[in-house]
């Protein structure tokens, strides 16, 4: 048995220009998905999971300033919110942060992709085996264990690299990295390589790297070798085909969980739409009023 991370990296650095005009005061962690802000669904994620520190990497001081903010303790707020007898506003406050949970930051002064970011972590995380997560994508499930804590599970059974696939279309397999080699038994697809967004026809599976990711610390090791990929950066996916190359074993894990991609403000209004109305039976009400008296 191998065992689960201890630790998580978030990668928080970059202008987010897709989510612009709001972006350029605020950062898309403080965005919103159904009232609640897009880092803190990553941030209880990694609780759930038994994740006990979160590693911010980070592009500036105003960045760094605003989840060292969000994540401190706020005693004054909170003696206000009980003399008010706000009691559920109280509450809300106080799960912010996670019982235990630990919170880091690493620097990343040049924006050279994701590989590089996560690599900007390697002092705080020491020797340690690690998750990662895109804050853009929130996964939940309604009824059963969170994304990040089915992976740790996997990980902890088979070791190796573990990641949350999806099966897409081969046309849209483009957008994505692929699973090289790969043999699926029930949920988990062990593959040999990774391969990012590959060309049309040279599309080697039906199986999306999605992240999040559980990480052996080799990997760590093996990032500054990588190489600028197509889109000019350094990528996380080329780090795990390159260990995969040199005989790590990578796993797929076909999670359960739905997917609210928040990446673009377009995809944003979908994924608040979509949740809202699967949390509120009171706002589907509304909403079938609303379509029904409007006139579109």
């Given at each position: 048995?191998?065992?689960?991370?201890?630790?998580?990296?978030?990668?928080?650095?970059?202008?987010?220009?897709?989510?612009?005009?709001?972006?350029?005061?605020?950062?898309?962690?403080?965005?919103?998905l159904?009232?609640?802000?897009?880092?803190?669904?990553a941030?209880?994620?990694?609780?759930?999971?038994?994740?006990?520190?979160?590693?911010?990497?980070?592009?500036?001081?105003?960045?760094?300033?605003?989840?060292?903010?969000?994540?401190?303790?706020?005693?004054?707020?909170?003696?206000?919110?009980?003399?008010?007898?706000?009691?559920?506003?109280?509450?809300?406050?106080?799960?912010i942060?996670?019982?235990?949970?630990?919170?880091?930051?690493?620097?990343?002064s040049?924006?050279?992709g994701?590989?590089?970011?996560?690599?900007?972590?390697?002092?705080?995380?020491?020797?340690?085996?690690?998750?990662?997560?895109?804050?853009?994508?929130?996964?939940?499930?309604?009824?059963?264990?969170?994304?990040?804590?089915?992976l740790?599970?996997v990980?902890?059974?088979?070791?190796g690299?573990?990641?949350?696939?999806?099966?897409?279309?081969?046309?849209?397999?483009?957008r994505?990295?692929?699973?090289?080699?790969?043999?699926?038994?029930?949920?988990?697809v062990?593959?040999?390589?990774?391969?990012?967004?590959?060309?049309?026809?040279?599309?080697?599976?039906?199986?999306?790297?999605?992240?999040?990711?559980?990480?052996?610390?080799?990997?760590?090791?093996?990032?500054?070798?990588?190489?600028?990929?197509?889109?000019?950066?350094?990528?996380?996916?080329?780090?795990?085909?390159?260990?995969?190359?040199?005989?790590?074993?990578?796993?797929?894990?076909?999670?359960?969980?739905?997917?609210?991609?928040?990446?673009?403000?377009?995809?944003?209004?979908?994924a608040?739409?979509?949740?809202?109305?699967?949390?509120?039976?009171?706002?589907?009400?509304?909403?079938?009023?609303?379509?029904?008296?409007?006139?579109?």
């Open positions: 048995m191998n065992r689960r991370p201890e630790v998580c990296v978030l990668p928080v650095a970059g202008l987010s220009t897709r989510n612009l005009p709001t972006t350029k005061v605020l950062h898309k962690g403080f965005m919103t159904d009232n609640i802000p897009v880092i803190q669904y941030v209880d994620s990694c609780a759930e999971a038994g994740i006990k520190e979160i590693v911010f990497i980070y592009s500036d001081d105003a960045c760094k300033h605003m989840f060292e903010k969000y994540y401190a303790p706020a005693p004054e707020l909170e003696a206000h919110l009980k003399e008010k007898n706000k009691l559920d506003l109280l509450e809300k406050v106080k799960e942060i996670p019982e235990g949970m630990k919170f880091s930051f690493a620097r990343q040049e924006p050279k994701n590989g590089h970011a996560i690599l900007m972590a390697k002092d705080v995380i020491g020797k340690r085996d690690f998750a990662v997560m895109w804050v853009d994508d929130v996964y939940i499930n309604l009824h059963g264990d969170g994304v990040l804590k089915q740790c599970e990980y902890e059974q088979k070791g690299i573990v990641e949350n696939i999806m099966e897409c279309p081969r046309q849209e397999m483009v994505y990295g692929a699973l090289v080699g790969a043999k699926r038994e029930g949920n988990v062990r593959a040999t390589g990774l391969i990012e967004k590959p060309k049309l026809e040279e599309v080697p599976s039906n199986y999306a790297s999605m992240g999040p990711y559980v990480i052996p610390n080799e990997v760590m090791d093996i990032l500054p070798e990588v190489t600028k990929g197509t889109n000019g950066e350094i990528n996380l996916t080329d780090a795990l085909n390159l260990a995969a190359l040199r005989g790590m074993p990578i796993y797929g894990v076909l999670c359960k969980g739905l997917r609210f991609d928040c990446g673009t403000n377009a995809d944003l209004q979908r608040n739409i979509k949740l809202s109305l699967m949390n509120s039976g009171e706002l589907r009400s509304y909403t079938r009023e609303l379509l029904d008296t409007m006139d579109i």
